[in-house]
């Protein structure tokens, strides 16, 4: 019984193993320094215009604190986590 499982065992690993190169993504070609620079752009843009809301956010929640000022600082502060982590 027990040799019976380490066989099972050994045979899919070799199986697995065999497969695992076949699904290797091709690695993709390296981006321009023009693309490169538009990317940055982009993303540096995108994140300017993230992190004035948040502040923004943040500012009207401290002078005017209540239940929905928190909520639209919670919300900003959400947006830029999504786009950073």
């Not at 540096?44 to 500012?59: F, M, V, Y």
Request: proline content about 5%; charged content about 20%; glycine content about 2%.
């Amino acid at each position: 019984m027990r040799h019976l499982r380490f066989v099972s065992l050994l045979v899919s690993s070799v199986v697995l193993a065999a497969l695992a190169p076949a699904r290797a993504a091709a690695p993709a070609a390296a981006p321009t320094p023009a693309e490169a620079k538009a990317f940055i752009e982009g993303a540096e843009s995108k994140l300017l215009d993230l992190w004035i809301a948040q502040q923004r956010a943040a500012w009207v929640y401290s002078t005017f604190i209540t239940d929905d000022t928190e909520t639209i600082q919670a919300e900003a502060n959400q947006k830029v986590i999504d786009e950073t982590v």
